[in-house]
């Protein structure tokens, strides 16, 4: 295994990560998303599913590795937890349960009106 190969799946992953980081800044109500945005996550969506395909794959490999010459794992539950994370906070970002409270105008707070005297 060559150094690109071990590192060209944490690479694509961060860079998932990242890319689907962007859209969970200001969440918005749903009529407030553009559709490019609703394209780009779809997308996101369905890379991270092709990804767990991947993953389910690394996990079989792994799961028939001899012990005795392997000393280093992949932790294959903490990716799969993250992955469900990034896949749940765009689902909640797309469709959230309720709208989002409206922003209010803060309170000015100085009441003092000297005109009358």
């Known amino acids: 295994m060559t150094v690109r190969q071990r590192f060209s799946f944490p690479t694509l992953f961060t860079s998932l990560l990242f890319a689907s980081s962007y859209s ?3 969440p918005a109500q749903a009529g407030d998303i553009d559709e490019i945005q609703r394209r ?5 969506q ?11 794959r690394i996990d079989a490999r792994q ?11 992949f932790d294959i539950p903490r990716l799969r937890s993250d992955l469900q994370s990034i896949t749940g906070g765009i689902d909640d970002y797309l469709a959230p349960d309720r709208l989002l409270p409206r922003q209010l105008r803060p309170l000015d707070g100085d009441y003092l009106d000297d005109r009358g005297q």
Not at 40 to 44: E, F, G, P
Not at 48 to 54: D, F, G, R, T, Y
Not at 63 to 73: D, G, H, L
Request: with cysteine; proline share 3%; net charge negative.
């Open 24 to 26: 969970f800044v200001c």
């Open 40 to 44: 780009d996550l779809a997308l996101i």
């Open 46 to 56: 369905t890379q991270i599913e092709q990804i767990k395909v991947v993953v389910d």
């Open 63 to 73: 799961q028939n590795a001899n012990p005795e010459s392997t000393r280093i794992y």
